[in-house]
């Protein structure tokens, strides 16, 4: 599942991303692959930065991204344990304003 919430304003999207999430993990209990632009939503499942966590049937994974020093960006496209912190989207942005 991919951008819940999207087009809603914060508080409702990450109100939607996080019900969804819940009724995934303690209803329906099915393997789901949840993609979320939300960094609260990690946060409200119990997430810490920094710290090892067991949330019941809940594995936490990031995308990862070089900047380098002209200011381009590259995605690497692995996936690494943990929530990504930051947004993305200002650096992608601004390489498309070029």
Sequence with gaps: ???IGRGT???DG???SFSVVKHLQQKI???TLFATHYHDVAKLMGYKDGFEI???GIDFYKSSMEIFEDNTF???YKLERGVISNSQGI???KSAGK
Excluded: L, Q, W
């Design 54 to 56: 067991d949330v019941e």
């Design 14 to 16: 990450i109100s939607i």
């Design 9 to 11: 304003s914060v508080n």
């Design 91 to 93: 650096v992608v942005a």
């Design 74 to 76: 590259g995605f690497n």
């Design 29 to 31: 209990k099915c393997r």
């Design 1 to 3: 599942m991919d951008e």
